[in-house]
Nanobody, 118 residues
């Protein structure tokens, strides 16, 4: 069973940074492409970023390029999402999944909440 656990969210002021973590339970993250998604109140699920396990390619939502960085730590079996220059519109619950296409949330964990506010 593929289970992930997201962590690292919190309250941050505009312009601040956070690093989210995605940890795996029962499988090795390196075997899968890993995607980050987010849900903001009243909005549809948005794909944030994805890292391909086969070729190392990374992808970002156009609005996030230059601010967010996805990375893997094989030794820790974790994937990170470094978020810089945060804006109030980044406020959402962030989820990771062993898929770049899991918009339905079939493999999401409990999520980690990010609030960007002054």
């Amino acid at each position: 069973q593929l289970q992930v656990v997201e962590s690292g969210g919190g309250l941050v002021q505009p312009g601040g940074s956070l690093r989210l973590s995605c940890a795996a339970s029962g499988f090795t993250l390196d075997q899968y492409a890993i995607g980050w998604f987010r849900q903001a109140p009243g909005k549809e699920t948005e794909g944030v970023s994805c890292t391909n396990n086969r070729n190392g390619n990374t992808h970002y939502a156009d609005s996030l390029k230059g601010r967010f960085t996805i990375s893997r730590d094989t030794a820790k079996n974790a994937v990170y999402l470094q978020m810089n220059s945060l804006k109030p519109e980044d406020t959402a619950i962030y989820y990771c999944a062993p898929s770049c296409h899991d918009y339905a949330g079939d493999y999401w964990g409990q999520g980690t909440e990010v609030t960007v506010s002054s």
